[in-house]
């Protein structure tokens, strides 16, 4: 089924490596095929109006972050990091079509918004994916790089495990009125490479722990600054101790359905967000906006040493395109 769709299979050494299908997305959809036009409305993207294998089929390393303007800032860092010509600034965004989502491309590497919350990164997968699909691509690695709230802030967590908020790892998703247990298990290799490109960095500090994805930014991670508030700061602090105690270093809003959806279609994926504040001294973030903007460059400069890594797809990329002179 997969492979009547797709180009002959080619040999690399991840390929060899991955357990994906020679590196293809899975979609896991039988009506797909049948469809004569696949239109991804939230992208203003379509099979029939776009050639998706010719504006996407080099794409090695996406990134996806809930705002406009890191996901921009993060395309243009890639397009000056992997020295691509032309001035980076007027990256145009390809969903311009749409406010749903932003995407911008330097070279091999997309940077996509998704938005708040489950469902709307969910929405974004889904297009995404299906996307990766139409245009053929192979041997993708996706990393979302967030801000959530955490205990040290300007510190780096890269997810060992995504939990929800009962600290299992596990997403439930409703299909119709049944309810779906997913894996939220993340690639651990990714996690150690990402871990080892860390230690290239010595003006941050950068760890592994749990994420804990909620559906909700006040009442679900014990804010007591919501409209709403019905348990007392002392719950409030128990429940937190016992995520710490659990393994829970940050908690955001989309790690779960993340790392489950990625894993069902055969992406490797990673989570790697920087604390804004700590939670246990406080709910609001009053950091200064220059502090914020220079912690959420942290994980996209831990991200670019890893695409730069010369053992990573790039390799494939720049052999294509004689572009290894510029790295
Ligand atoms: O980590 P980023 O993408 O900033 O998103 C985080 O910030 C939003 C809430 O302010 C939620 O979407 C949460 O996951
Ligand atoms: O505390 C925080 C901060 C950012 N995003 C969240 O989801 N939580």
């Known amino acids: 089924y997969f492979f009547l769709h797709s180009n002959p299979p080619k040999t690399s050494p991840h390929s060899l490596l991955l357990p994906h299908l020679n590196g293809l997305v899975h979609v896991k959809n039988p009506y797909l095929e049948s469809m004569d036009e696949d239109v991804l409305y939230h992208f203003s993207l379509g099979t029939k109006t776009h050639n998706l294998p010719v504006m ?21 860092l890639m397009h000056k990091e992997l020295g691509l010509e032309g001035d980076g600034k007027d990256l145009k965004d390809i969903c311009a079509g749409t406010d749903r989502y932003s995407m911008y491309k330097a070279g091999p590497v997309l940077s996509i918004t998704h938005g708040m919350g489950v469902p709307s990164i969910s929405i974004m997968l889904h297009e995404l994916i299906k996307l990766l699909h139409h245009a053929k691509c192979r041997d993708v690695t996706i990393i979302r790089i967030g801000t959530p709230g955490g205990i040290d802030p300007g510190t780096v967590v890269i997810t060992d495990i995504a939990v929800d908020s009962f600290f299992k790892a596990q997403f439930q998703q409703v299909i119709l009125d049944n309810i779906v247990i997913r894996s939220t298990e993340l690639d651990k290799d990714l996690v150690e490479e990402l871990l080892n490109c860390s230690k290239e960095i010595h003006d941050f500090p950068t760890l592994t722990g749990h994420t804990m994805c909620t559906y909700d930014f006040y009442e679900g991670q014990g804010r007591l600054d919501g409209a709403l508030c019905s348990f007392s700061n002392e719950k409030k602090l128990e429940y937190l101790k016992r995520a710490y105690d659990a393994g829970v270093r940050n908690i955001e809003m989309e790690s779960t359905v993340f790392a489950a959806i990625c894993r069902l279609c055969g992406l490797k994926a990673a989570v790697v967000c920087v604390a804004l504040l700590n939670r246990l001294e406080g709910d609001q973030i009053k950091a200064p906006h220059e502090v914020l903007v220079e912690y959420q460059r942290r994980p996209q400069h831990l991200i670019s040493i890893f695409i730069k890594k010369p053992n990573q797809h790039l390799w494939h990329y720049c052999s294509s395109l004689n572009f290894s002179k510029h790295r």
Do not use: H, W
Request: hydrophobic share 45%; glycine share 14%; net charge positive.
């Open 56 to 76: 996407f089929g080099d794409i090695k390393f996406i990134c996806v972050g809930g705002s406009p303007n890191r996901m921009k800032a993060f395309a243009q």
